[in-house]
């Protein structure tokens, strides 16, 4: 019995030797190989940057970020890879401002970069520095309906007609929500002669017709696509063509109404990380790249609406024309909307918890 | 009672003979009501995810473990594991140690701050380690200046999973410790044992089963955390997503079917270890 | 007390495994701890009172508490049948059943919520058989709580099933051939045994659900007031870049469950001495 519990106990001990030896070789092998790398990068050989982004951009950026680095070569010579991360837009904006070291950020609103400016790791203004608000693509909001539109939705009033399960995701958890829920804001003012009592009483109907508040945009387009649960899922138009794509046209269609706002998602420099890391210039010309004729055109293939005019014309087809109203006209800008809107105790919440 | 004997793989089949005949139904009835509860509560969720990752056809599944991404996540998530689980195992003997044989005053406060990471969601453990290493944090300034990365790069990863499977193993052994008490141990120090013969010899022949579980449970928690690892990654591809996180970029990508292979990878692996675990359980037993 | 210094001393090592333990567990569990309670930025005790008791947390811790609790108690129940069941009987497929316990915790918990309410909603498989009968469970505090069983059975078995292995058939079979009923035994010779783990693993699930937050929010819903959990609440602060309010319902979240698993953890002390 003994005998064998010691081969017992020396099978245990190997194991968790050899974890440990491979984990700490492991490790200090990677050290190294980050380190040389950073060195390599400070020498302008080879250059690296990290792009912080929000979820949905993975198939935009994986084909940019080889569109870029073939310029990058073919113009300055240097070679350029580029790492990317993906997640929500106000966590991956939380990680840049706890630490993580982005040479650029590409989120899914300006209040994500506002914040990374206030701690003074974007410098001021980054907002003019590249055109049309720093946003090198757009989007909008749309509707997806069941195939053939059942329900008969064509616009934001038909939401809230008796009967109409509406998907939309928490615009307190979700960046991209609050573009819709700003969406449906707008549109009630122009309704109603900009009064804002009207307005607030639209989307609390809007929202009474929510069953189901997912946290991110892509829980409400599971729930609404695969749970079959809703009439109308509202959406940017990128996720949303992209989902016709990727689930089936068969199966869905996408609606635009009357009237949309305009989604900017923004991008910018970090300005204390690319000076520290000596980036600045590959940084830049990555985001001004975007602009460019190739830069749009991956844009417009990926379901975003491109900004520059040849681009615009050769998409046409894609993307419907329709009245849409920015950020900017309707609300000021993205601190004033966050703080009446979506802060604690601001008027989404008051839909909710009555007030006290 | 405490000094007991284990008597491991003789208690069964004795036991079979104590319930022959006239309470047969009675272990019939149970042993259906347990597998319908397993059936119910673990088997069904477990089918809808391989139903679901072949949804799209084996091409797709193996395409979506081919992927480079995915093999470097999974090359992460061996590495995590592979650090913390020693790490955790060997406080949890040390843990269990102090708290079963000896008595001392707030030893109900130890254990409940050893319980105290379950409790916590993992959010909030991804938080903490943000706010004592991250750029505001305590240590964020010293840190930043000698160019060092804790968060957002491997070592905040392995923090947040020693955090989130800290107790596993400490865990399983107090209660089967204390179970058997002291006085095995005590005879062999009375008969003149040191003390790391008496634990080698005594007690972790003793606590084995124990021990095995708590590092298989760690093992398998370590390999599967996703809330607390997601705050420190960084997610950056490539290089800080673990497997778990590399499930949710395929699932925020509409890529469904590919996400759900990927998380079959980790029961795959779980059932590797689980493996493993019945081969030294054969092992020791035979 | 003569008995417990004799103890001490005779046997080793208590200095340096209750060192290593406490030194461990203060660079990993408590010093982190520490700058959550100490993270004040912005946060006033009116500050910390306001979130911690503003209606829709409360709300919030409701639920949570509320479904983590009856899923430990429904975990204790079918975690002791399962244990007994695997430990007792033999039967085909228990090797396969057994190993399957552990497979909750290595799957990440995104996907066991994805993958739970694809089951419980009304076009899934169990959902739609419900549906016809008035029963929701997806989206509904049911559906948190069977989220939260899968999360916490593991905890419950395994830790039942160590002592059950390690408790000696010999008892039982003396009280049986003493006369005394299959219950009886039961209830006066196991029981006593099998309590403390049943309470650790009942604590373990417990204060695992209380702070769960993948797979459940899937599967809740998360309607304000309703199905809305406290962690979820905790992320929706983060998002407005508030880690003073963060900060205060996780420290809420934090000393309910210490309270509650101190008092779990002394309940266990206190019936031990009892029993025995």
């Known amino acids: 019995m003994s005998k064998l519990n010691q081969k017992f106990i020396v099978g245990l001990v190997f194991i968790m030797v050899t974890g440990m030896l491979a984990a700490c070789g492991d490790k200090s092998g990677s050290d190294t190989a980050s380190a040389g790398a950073a060195k390599e990068g400070a020498a302008a050989k080879e250059v690296e940057l990290l792009n912080v982004s929000y979820d949905p951009t993975r198939e935009l950026y994986e084909q940019y970020n080889k569109a870029f680095a073939a310029y990058w070569l073919k113009e300055k010579g240097q070679k350029v890879t580029i790492k990317q991360s993906h997640g929500g837009s106000g966590k991956q904006s939380r990680s840049v401002i706890d630490g993580l070291e982005a040479d650029v950020v590409t989120l899914a609103l300006g209040y994500d970069i506002d914040a990374i400016q206030h701690e003074g790791l974007i410098n001021e203004g980054w907002q003019k520095k590249y055109e049309h608000n720093s946003s090198p693509y757009t989007s909008t909001i749309v509707f997806l309906v069941r195939k053939g539109n059942p329900k008969g939705i064509h616009d934001w009033n038909d939401l809230i007609k008796d009967g109409v399960e509406v998907i939309t995701p928490n615009p307190k958890t979700s960046g991209g929500a609050r573009w819709n829920y700003l969406a449906a804001w707008g549109y009630a003012l122009q309704q109603n002669n900009n009064d804002e009592a009207k307005a607030q009483e639209f989307v609390k109907q809007l929202f009474a017709h929510v069953p189901v508040l997912d946290t991110g945009a892509r829980g409400a387009t599971t729930t609404f696509t695969e749970r079959g649960i809703g009439d109308v899922l509202i959406a940017w138009e990128n996720e949303a063509l992209l989902s016709l794509k990727e689930l089936g046209s068969d199966k869905f269609e996408v609606v635009y109404p009357s009237v949309s706002i305009l989604a900017e998602p923004p991008v910018a420099v970090v300005d204390k990380v690319v000076d520290k890391r000596g980036t600045r210039e590959v940084a830049e010309a990555y985001l001004k790249y975007l602009y460019s004729e190739e830069g749009q055109t991956i844009a417009a293939e990926n379901y975003y609406r491109p900004t520059l005019e040849s681009v615009k014309t050769k998409f046409a087809n894609e993307f419907k024309d329709i009245k849409l109203f920015t950020i900017d006209e309707l609300f000021g800008d993205w601190a004033q909307a966050q703080n009446k809107h979506f802060n604690d105790g601001g008027i989404f919440d008051q839909i909710y918890v009555p007030k006290g | ?286 | 007390m003569n008995t417990q210094a004799s103890q001490r001393r005779l046997l080793p090592g208590f200095g340096l495994t209750m060192g290593y333990t406490v030194f461990y567990l203060s660079l990993i569990v408590l010093v982190p701890l520490s700058a959550l309670l100490l993270n004040s930025t912005g946060l006033t005790w009116a500050k910390f009172w306001d979130v911690a008791t503003d209606p829709r947390v409360v709300a919030s811790y409701r639920v949570s508490l509320t479904t983590a609790a009856a899923a430990a108690v429904a975990n204790t129940g079918f975690g002791l049948l399962i244990a007994w069941v695997l430990v007792r009987y033999e039967f085909p497929g228990k090797r396969i059943f057994d190993a399957m316990i552990d497979l909750p915790f290595a799957l990440p918990t995104a996907v066991a919520g994805v993958a739970l309410t694809a089951i419980y909603s009304q076009h899934g498989w169990i959902g739609s058989l419900l549906e016809p009968l008035g029963i929701k469970i997806a989206f509904t505090t049911v559906g948190i709580t069977i989220a939260l069983m899968f999360i916490g059975i593991p905890f419950v078995v395994r830790t039942v099933q160590p002592v059950l292995q390690d408790l000696e058939a010999d008892v039982e079979e003396a009280a049986a051939t003493l006369g005394a009923g299959r219950w009886r035994t039961f209830r006066s010779v196991l029981l006593p045994y099998l309590i403390p783990p049943l309470l650790t693993g009942f604590a373990l699930a417990f204060s695992r659900g209380i702070g769960e937050y993948g797979s459940v929010i899937f599967i809740s819903g998360n309607m304000p007031m309703r199905t809305e959990i406290a962690p979820l609440l905790i992320m929706s602060k983060l998002e407005q870049y508030d880690y003073a309010g963060a900060v205060a319902v996780a420290i809420m979240l934090l000393l309910i469950s210490f309270v509650l698993l101190l008092v779990i953890n002394s309940l266990q002390k206190w019936m031990r001495r009892t029993s025995r």
């Open chain 2, 1 to 286: 009672m405490a000094g007991s004997v284990p008597m491991i793989g003789q208690t069964s089949p004795r036991n079979e003979k104590l319930t022959v005949p006239k309470r047969r139904w009675v272990k019939n009835v149970l042993i259906v009501a347990a597998v319908l509860v397993l059936i119910w509560l673990i088997v069904l969720p477990l089918a809808v995810v391989l139903t679901e990752s072949l949804k799209k056809g084996w091409d797709v599944y193996i395409a979506a473990l081919r992927d480079p991404d995915a093999l470097s996540a999974l090359k992460l998530t061996l590495l995590v594991a592979a650090i913390t689980v020693p790490l955790n195992t060997i406080f949890g003997i040390a843990a269990a140690w102090a708290i079963t044989k000896f008595k001392f005053r707030g030893r109900q406060l130890l254990i409940t701050l050893i319980d105290l990471p379950f409790s916590i969601s993992p959010v909030v453990a991804g938080l903490i380690y943000v706010l004592v290493f991250g750029s505001h944090g305590w240590l964020g300034p010293w840190l930043k200046e000698h160019d060092i990365h804790i968060i957002f790069a491997l070592p905040g990863i392995v923090l947040a999973t020693l955090f989130v499977t800290f107790p596993f193993v400490a865990r399983e052994l107090i209660p089967l410790m204390e179970d058997q008490g002291s006085q095995e141990e005590e005879a062999a120090v009375t008969l003149g044992a040191r003390g790391w013969q008496v634990f080698w010899r005594v007690t972790l022949p003793n606590i084995k089963w124990g021990l095995l579980y708590g590092i298989v449970l760690c093992n398998a928690r370590a390999m599967g955390e996703f809330g607390a690892v997601s705050v420190v990654s960084g997610h950056i591809r490539g290089e800080t997503n673990t497997l778990p996180l590399h499930v949710e970029i395929l699932y925020n990508e509409y890529q469904f079917s590919a996400s759900f292979a990927v998380a079959s990878l980790l029961l795959l692996l779980a059932v590797i270890t689980l493996v493993l675990k019945s081969w030294f359980t054969r092992k020791s037993v035979h």
